[in-house]
């Protein structure tokens, strides 16, 4: 009932939650001794839920709009909220350091005052998600695990999520579906992998090109691609863009069969059947940038899972697709999953 009311709360005032959390700017000891940003949304309301949200690669770490705004409607359910910023994913590093840094971060909060350790939800956003379901098999989060574990746009088959950003299509239920990949993730792509791609020529003014995009320095990025001529800007050009070439995904293809052992060491398919905690999948339909067969695959390979495929969202937010009366019946699944999850943490 406490779930609806809150519902109700947030449809008459338009998701407006303004007045119901203390935002708190801290910080934290990383992994490498130094200090590091947290944030922490405190519910107004009396409460022993906790939420940790871990972030994927992105420059805008702990100020991520979205995730935030994510916050503030979970201190609207009675939980307090912490978003701590992780370095390696702020600088789009993708590697299994990110494992460890959770870990640390998982082990520091469950053991602040304000935090009841048997009341805490994980959730793991986009290339965050993987990376959680690492780190919840350690030993810091079996000693004390986390109620319940949240995954949002993740990635299941890092080698499937890369194709698909370069190709635009995936596998779904035996079918072909093609969908026009967000143009972040080649850009992360070669941001990562540039050390280990063969240009046949000199890389470093492309790799200057990506490293200003992959900091969100767009005009500084498009200033410097303007100088390159001939194949340097074609190459650069397309990768920042999004608009794959044929010579770009000949370079692409080779990286990832020369990469696949590491490629396969990122990807968390072969851990999720060791999975304990109640986990709860969630996936946009039209998500740009991780295809939702990446959820679907996990709920099948996660024992206590539950999935919902929602044709509201995209990897962002709120798509602006389709007509009122699906958005309403889309709206009620989506009603349904979340009172299911705020139940089973409440318990």
Known sequence: MIFWKNILSLILKKGKVNNRFTLKEKTYIGIENTKVPLRIYYS?????????????????????????????????????????????????????????????IYDIIKKRKDVNPKFITAIGISYGGGMLL??????????????????????????TVLRFLTRGEFLNDGKIIKMKPHDWGLTVFFHHFID????????????????????????EANKKLNLLKGKEFDIANSIISGNITKEVLDLVDKTINKKKNYINELSSKHICHKIKSKTFIFHGANDNMVPFSESIQMNRLIPKSQVLISYLFEHKGISSKSGTLFKVKEFIRLLR???????FNES
């Not at 994510?70 to 600088?91: S, W």
């Not at 020529?201 to 900091?215: E, G, M, P, Y």
């Open 134 to 159: 690492k780190a919840s098999l350690s030993q810091t989060f079996q000693d004390t695990p986390p109620k319940s574990l949240f995954l949002y746009g993740a990635g299941c088959n890092v080698d």
């Open 44 to 104: 107004k309301k009396h409460t022993h839920k906790t939420a940790i949200l871990f972030l994927g690669a992105s420059p805008d770490g702990e100020k991520h709009k979205s995730l935030n705004y994510l916050a503030k409607i979970l201190t609207h359910f009675g939980y307090n909220v912490y978003i701590p910023r992780i370095p390696p994913l702020m600088e789009l590093n993708i590697s299994n350091i990110n494992v460890k840094w959770m870990e640390h």
């Open 196 to 219: 280990d791609v063969d240009f046949g020529f000199d890389k470093s003014n492309v790799k200057k090109v990506i490293h200003l995009r992959i900091q969100n320095k767009k005009e």
């Open 337 to 343: 999953f979340f009172n299911n999850f705020d139940k």
